[in-house]
């Protein structure tokens, strides 16, 4: 759409509902504006032709629709006049009233109907056809539309946008406007998208003082939940403490005591590590806990003897798989059969799914049902393909559902009271698991039930809170098998040879005849964009047999400057899937969504519905659950219902309102970060410069093992090095290792 006209404001009477979507509010309607006829879009949850309604927004033009009206804020107004009131219930507002009720009821009460069905509403019953219990119905129906337009009046004066105003009523109903006025911090921990200094600033707005105590508790949990996000599952509290004073403003007396109040309300829990007081959000500090407490649990109480002669049942297993294992190979399937946990862990090309193979032979020997699962749809794809078995997502191996009461809360259909039906659950790419999956993953497998749990510790650790399996293993507590030799089929591969140099502190070899790694050099920032933009679309194509829009991935250390993720997928987007005429596409605040475009998802969202079609658009599947870093394709733009339709690479299909698209964002290129559990035919990788803590070894260790076919670094090979030489991880504050010693 193209602007026409700066904000203006309009009033006028409702004339006609084309579209209303009471989810997120969005509506079409039609007004009588000056004898014209206008039509408007926007969120307008709950507004009916015959009402008077102020609208502040902008004039655009719709390529099919011409010519509208975007509404930015509104307000409305019950009408005043008979032919408006009766034109108002007439119009199916209310339900139990029709058009021939309306006109009964108007012509009887006249401008005082509105009053009576409020205050009055067993006078109705003076009309035939309506009941007192009907009268009864309408009446309430009635108030709470009256609850909605004050709540909307209210939360718009705070500054708050129809779209988190529809929100905010959702969540509270006719408590909005009490919960707003009492305790505007409730915002903050309720609705997603409003955070801690929107809430602040309603609340200064409402004149609570900066000491008041709700404010400094909501403050701190605040700061709490804001690490838990870089990783953390707690906080030294000097750091907490001194957060805290820098956000709020307040004394230290006044954050001792707020603490103080979070411990005994059991929000907070404090523990004493090394001499160092560590401050945890409560259900994190029981997350860690309880999965100390059930590993040991599983590891202990697993008492089962070798059901065969392990020695020869082995070589048969190589016979008929037609491998050879090596010996470690060997102690990691014996491990697997004699212990109720084990730990997998090895590099590229150390044969991790050859041993996967063999354990799965033998436990099919063994009579034992097997569960294979994966943090993401890739990796679980990943891992189908190795084994030939079928594997899945841990949300939906645990069948994800979300509460009744709260649709934003996730639950697990499989849990204690209704755990996995196996002998053995193996999880794959573990370095991905952070604690809330663990925790619920561990609620589902019951005593005598065994767990394989197989990562590379050597990988970054997982997006969300925790540092599972570096942990695991770090306590030395649970039996681990490390994978080390590199077999002579991946030693073929410049790939995992120097993805190893690189774990080891040595720089990569590059640039061999017959190689599958480059490095260019490129000492501007401008020259990294260029090499990169004729890289995809034409030298790596004549190279390799690749999509350049579905094989070759870009992945970048950090989000921000001319080399992060959201410039160069602007460039790239520019490049190859520019505008054309036909071309649907959607402008959303920093992005322009395009069909065709490669997207991510970047959040969990555990009640997006999605289904998967067969070629003739029957649909084969369906489910709930799109979750943080799954990438697909637009196929479709729907200007008019405000849709857009993505497909993933699993063939999900999901369809996107339009104020959904913050959990979206363009994929040509991804961060390091969000690229764990995927692989892809060729990466790209630029590497020029950045804060040191973004630069480290494990962060190019990690993007080199995404490659299956090609490597390709463009950058200064200076810069290369110092991120080898980097081997500090970001420190993340995680116990899990610290309750595993303890326990045993």
């Known amino acids: 759409m193209d602007k026409l006209e700066e904000q203006l404001v309009i009033e006028g009477v409702v004339d006609d509902i084309i579209y209303q979507n009471e989810e997120n509010g969005y509506t079409v309607c039609t007004i009588e504006y000056e004898g014209e006829e206008v039509s408007c879009v926007g969120s307008m949850l709950g507004i009916h032709p015959g009402e008077e309604i102020r609208i502040v927004g902008q004039w655009a033009t719709h390529p099919i629709y011409g010519k509208q009206l975007k509404v930015d804020t509104f307000e409305r107004s019950i009408p005043k006049t008979v032919q408006g009131i009766e034109r108002y219930l007439a119009s199916g507002a209310i339900k139990g009233i029709g058009p021939k009720t309306a006109k009964k009821i108007v012509?009887?009460?006249?401008?005082?109907?509105?009053?009576?069905?409020?205050?009055?509403?067993?006078?109705?019953?003076?009309?035939?056809?309506?009941?007192?219990?009907?009268?009864?119905?309408?009446?309430?129906?009635?108030?709470?539309?009256?609850?909605?337009?004050?709540?909307?009046?209210?939360?718009?004066?705070?500054?708050?946008?129809?779209?988190?105003?529809?929100?905010?009523?959702?969540?509270?109903?006719?408590?909005?406007?009490?919960?707003?006025?009492?305790?505007p911090y409730r915002l903050a921990e309720d609705i997603f998208g409003i955070g801690f200094k929107k809430a602040d600033e309603i609340a200064a707005q409402i004149g609570i003082d900066k000491n008041d105590p709700q404010r400094i508790k909501t403050g701190i949990l605040y700061i709490l939940n804001t690490y838990t996000l870089e990783g953390h599952t707690y906080m030294p509290r000097d750091i907490l403490v001194e957060k805290s004073l820098q956000l709020l403003g307040v004394t230290e007396d006044f954050v001792d005591h707020a603490m103080m109040e979070l411990g005994i309300q059991k929000a907070i829990i404090v523990k004493n590590?090394?001499?160092?007081?560590?401050?945890?959000l409560s259900r994190l500090y029981h997350c860690e806990v309880s999965i100390a407490r059930k590993l040991i649990d599983l590891a202990a109480t697993y008492d089962k003897e070798m059901p065969f002669d392990f020695d020869k049942e082995l070589k048969q297993t190589e016979k008929e798989l037609s491998i050879q294992l090596v010996e470690e190979q060997r102690e990691a399937v014996r491990y697997v059969l004699m212990h109720g946990v084990t730990i997998l862990t090895g590099g590229p090309g150390t044969g991790k799914t050859t041993t996967i193979k063999a354990i799965l032979h033998m436990l099919e020997k063994a009579n034992e049902e097997v569960l294979l699962a994966a943090p993401t749809g890739r990796a679980a794809k990943r891992m189908s393909e190795a084994t030939e078995m079928k594997a899945q997502t841990i949300h939906r191996l645990l069948e994800i559902g979300y509460l009744k009461e709260d649709s934003s809360r996730q639950m697990f259909n499989r849990n204690d009271e209704n755990p996995l039906e196996a002998d053995v659950v193996i999880i794959d790419e573990m370095s991905m698991v952070d604690v809330n999956l663990m925790y619920a993953l561990l609620q589902a497998v019951q005593e005598g039930q065994r767990l394989i749990l197989i990562g590379d510790a050597d990988q970054l650790?997982?997006?969300?809170?925790?540092?599972?399996?570096?942990?695991?293993?770090?306590?030395?507590?649970?039996?681990?098998?490390?994978?080390?030799?590199?077999?002579?089929?991946?030693?073929?591969?410049?790939?995992?040879?120097?993805?190893?140099?690189?774990?080891?502190?040595?720089?990569p070899v590059c640039?061999?005849?017959?190689?599958?790694?480059?490095?260019?050099?490129?000492?501007?920032?401008?020259?990294?964009?260029?090499?990169?933009?004729?890289?995809?679309?034409?030298?790596?194509?004549?190279?390799?047999?690749?999509?350049?829009?579905?094989?070759?991935?870009?992945?970048?250390?950090?989000?921000?400057?001319?080399?992060?993720?959201?410039?160069?997928?602007?460039?790239?987007?520019?490049?190859?899937?520019p505008p054309s005429v036909g071309k649907i596409e959607k402008d959303y605040r920093d992005n322009i969504f395009r069909v065709g475009d490669k997207v991510m998802q970047i959040k969990n969202n555990y009640n997006t519905p999605w289904k998967i079609y067969a070629h003739t658009g029957y649909p084969l599947d369906e489910g709930i659950g799109v979750f943080n870093g799954d990438c697909g394709m637009v196929k479709d733009i729907d200007l008019g219902r405000e849709i857009l339709t993505v497909i993933f690479d699993d063939q999900k299909t999901v369809?996107?309102?339009?104020?959904?698209?913050?959990?979206?964002?363009?994929?040509?290129?991804?961060?390091?970060?969000?690229?764990?559990?995927?692989?892809?035919?060729?990466?790209?990788?630029?590497?020029?410069?950045?804060?040191?803590?973004?630069?480290?070894?494990?962060?190019?260790?990690?993007?080199?093992?995404?490659?299956?076919?090609?490597?390709?670094?463009?950058?200064?090979?200076?810069?290369?090095?110092?991120?080898?030489?980097?081997?500090?991880?970001?420190?993340?504050?995680?116990?899990?290792?610290?309750?595993?010693?303890?326990?045993?």
């Open 655 to 744: 369809e996107y309102e339009f104020n959904q698209l913050d959990e979206l964002e363009l994929a040509y290129a991804v961060t390091i970060h969000k690229s764990q559990g995927s692989e892809y035919p060729v990466v790209i990788l630029p590497i020029h410069s950045g804060p040191p803590m973004l630069l480290s070894r494990n962060l190019l260790y990690t993007a080199v093992t995404r490659a299956k076919k090609m490597v390709v670094i463009v950058g200064i090979k200076d810069t290369v090095g110092r991120m080898i030489e980097n081997n500090r991880e970001l420190e993340r504050y995680s116990s899990l290792a610290i309750h595993l010693k303890q326990l045993i």
């Open 511 to 577: 640039n061999e005849k017959d190689t599958d790694f480059f490095f260019m050099n490129r000492s501007m920032q401008q020259q990294v964009q260029e090499t990169i933009v004729e890289l995809i679309m034409k030298r790596i194509p004549k190279f390799q047999k690749v999509d350049f829009l579905k094989d070759i991935q870009v992945l970048a250390p950090m989000r921000k400057g001319l080399l992060g993720v959201n410039e160069l997928n602007k460039l790239l987007q520019a490049a190859l899937n």
């Open 107 to 183: 012509k009887h009460f006249g401008l005082d109907t509105f009053r009576i069905i409020e205050s009055e509403p067993t006078v109705l019953s003076q009309i035939q056809g309506i009941s007192e219990k009907k009268a009864l119905e309408i009446s309430e129906v009635f108030r709470a539309q009256h609850e909605l337009r004050n709540a909307m009046l209210v939360l718009q004066e705070f500054g708050i946008t129809p779209t988190y105003a529809i929100k905010i009523y959702k969540r509270y109903k006719d408590k909005t406007i009490e919960v707003i006025k009492s305790n």
């Open 273 to 280: 590590y090394n001499n160092v007081a560590c401050v945890f």
């Open 461 to 507: 650790p997982s997006v969300g809170a925790g540092n599972v399996l570096k942990d695991m293993i770090k306590s030395e507590r649970l039996p681990v098998v490390r994978l080390t030799q590199i077999f002579r089929q991946a030693q073929e591969s410049a790939i995992v040879m120097n993805a190893h140099r690189i774990n080891q502190g040595k720089e």
